[in-house]
């Protein structure tokens, strides 16, 4: 029986590529997409992943629109949602592909998490891989919805070495508070993947172009997609491996259909809200010096054959 998630999203290109695995997987029950600010402004998050659901033939998923500023107070100055380091090589305005025709429902996304939450009988999985706004303005709303969750997958954080600023990851960084709460919420069973693991998992040109030999659109799609992120990342944060990048949000896609991607280690994790130079960061105890008990299962590593074999797999599928 297919696994149903619901994936938060603030696509960008390595979002597009997790929505099409989610999207594509026959093990995998992609109830809908719910956009938030991040890479982009919400409204061009949204837009993007209606054009990947279109381009792909998934405009049957329902896209919610979400929040478009942070939950929680910042602490230090933010960068605007448009802000992008890159020059718009990583995560530009608009995804190359054609312009969406489909729309997203009317309804809020933070209105229909709690709704669906609530009305729930079976477990679903949340996938949250922009910031946190979303999923904590919902479970403020109504607290007892972490209990329709069986898992969250939160792509986000870093242990090693941050990517927005030397201490903090991008997706945790531009909500901090937000993460905070989420990780105090209490959720049955919290998994992050973290810069640790995903930049264990790089996807090289020679990959990128095996996967535009699918001819699929989702071989197509993603192929544009690695080859935008190993620009950007030659740019400004060149890899270990030659033309090659990291596409964090699919791995947690990866994970749910084949756990042996990723090693957990179950720890304690916290977030800095207040820190001048550590702002955003996760504070992971990955030696177990705190008094605080473990509160997730954290990948450090991450088995990149197992990631591209699956990746593959399903940018083969075409429906």
Known sequence: MPRSI???????????????????????DLVACT??????????????????????????????????EPFGPIGVPQPSPSDDHS???????????????SVAQTQGAVEWLVETLRA??????????????????AITLDPSIIDKVDEIVIMGGAHAFGNATPSAESN????????????????????????????????TGAQASELHALSTPAGLATAIC???????????QPQAIPDSAPIHDAVCIAYL??????????????????????????????RHRGIEEPNAYVALTANADVFYRLLKECVSIQR
Request: zero cysteines; hydrophobic letters at 45%; aromatic letters at 4%.
């Open 6 to 28: 619901i994936l938060d999203v603030d696509t960008g290109t390595d979002d597009a590529i997790a929505i099409m695995m989610a999207a594509l997987s026959p093990e995998i």
């Open 35 to 68: 956009t938030v600010w991040g890479n982009r402004p919400v409204e061009n998050t949204t837009d993007n992943t209606l054009r990947v659901l279109d381009y792909i033939n998934r405009s049957d998923i329902p896209v919610y629109r979400g929040l478009d």
């Open 87 to 101: 020059g718009g090589k990583m995560h530009p305005k608009e995804l190359d592909l054609p312009p969406a025709t």
């Open 120 to 137: 729930r009988t079976e477990p679903i999985t949340l996938v949250p891989v922009g910031p946190l706004t979303n999923i904590a303005a």
């Open 172 to 203: 945790i960084w531009h909500d901090p508070v937000a993460a905070d709460v989420v990780f105090k919420a209490g959720f049955k069973r919290i998994v992050l993947v973290p810069l640790d693991a995903t930049h264990d998992a790089l996807v």
């Open 226 to 236: 690695i080859q935008q992120r190993i620009v950007a990342h030659d740019e400004s």
């Open 257 to 286: 259909l084949d756990p042996a991607v990723l090693p957990l280690n179950h720890l304690h994790v916290g977030i800095e809200t207040t820190g001048v130079r550590t702002f955003g960061r996760t504070v992971i105890d990955v």
